[in-house]
């Protein structure tokens, strides 16, 4: 607050008519160690002895405001009002060109820039003051690796490529006694002894089937991004043996693998679906079994993703974004490279070249492909 009044006071001194004028003639501008640097060139003009002038430079952004440490005066009577005034003398400047360089930190930089050349100057009328600004041209930003967010894949949709009964809830259809018959017989399949329906874990490969379907269970109820929305299982008899003696076998060999998940998960009977397949036309010779044919989940929206492409729209489309009330809505989202990568976009925007790279460096060591690419654009940067 203190450095936008103090502009405003600066601005509101040109009004003042300065006999002997000053202004910047142009600004070189540099970058290094997290810090941008401004040189002013001016030419001072030449003025009585008698009088004097006092030179300050400024920088000032949005934020904020800093003067320059060199500070020069012509006219010898000046110097007693001076040392009076401030308790030191500046230095004495002779008619020519003068230079004086600032340097901030690239965090105080905002999207605007502007040199304030101050000026008092004393005859024997008194004292006026006038300031000239200068619009500070930053260089250009490249253009960065920034494409919309593709929401992320949850652990479900990793297991489904490796396990054809873990399927997306877009795949679903119920679970009836029509249509049980013809479910596919899947890798995760219990084994039962004839005419039983116990479910051994010692028998044949049971306890490496129920570990694996189990473990499955269990990956996809520990994504917080994931629900899990049906558990299919259909029980199968094999041909030996008449209809009478099988009757509903079957659906009771589903009952046991359901009840078995469910009292490791305890998972509602609702999301469980069971039925009795009837004889199973699999070729296997141990045909007594029970199988799980699907485990349908459902994502939750990627709140994330929708944030972001909110703002890298934003960054596309509107000539002046809010770089600031960007970074602040970054905030809610961490721990995400994603997230990394567009905080470097935005931050190299606002002239943050050390904050930028940093959040590039950790995206890509988050695997991040459009951070790496960033990286690679900032090091070329620095050879020019």
Known sequence: MKSRLFCFILLLSACYTLHAQISPESCNVAHSDSCWHFTFEYNTPDIPPSDGMLVVTHLCTPDT????????????????????????????????WEACTISIP??????????????????????????????????????????????????????????????????????????????????????YTTNSSKLNPAYLQNAESIEELMGIIEEVLSDSTTTIEAIQFVGYTSSDGSEDSNKGLGYARAKAIRDHIKKAHYLPDSIFEIADGGRSNHRSPARRMACCTGIYYNNTPDSTALALNEIIDELINNPKPDYRKMIDELKNHKNDPRVLNLQGVIEYHRHHRHAAEKAFRKAAEMGDEQALVNLNIIENEKKR
């Not at 949850?154 to 009836?176: C, F, G, M, Q």
């Open 106 to 191: 690239e965090t105080a930089i905002n999207d605007t820039v502007y040199g304030i050349t101050y000026c008092e100057y004393y005859n024997r009328n008194g004292c006026s003051t006038s300031c000239d600004t200068l619009s500070i041209c930053m260089p250009p930003v490249p253009s960065m690796s920034c494409h919309r967010a593709e929401p992320a894949r949850s652990i479900a949709d990793h297991i489904a490529t490796e396990h054809p009964y873990v399927k997306n809830i877009s795949h679903y259809t119920p679970l009836s006694k029509e249509n049980a018959g013809q479910a596919d017989i899947t890798p995760s399949i219990v084994r």
């Open 65 to 96: 405001c800093i003067s320059s440490t060199t500070r020069h005066y012509q006219g010898k009577r000046y110097n007693k009002r001076y040392i009076k005034r401030y308790g030191n003398a500046p230095r004495l400047s002779p008619t020519g």
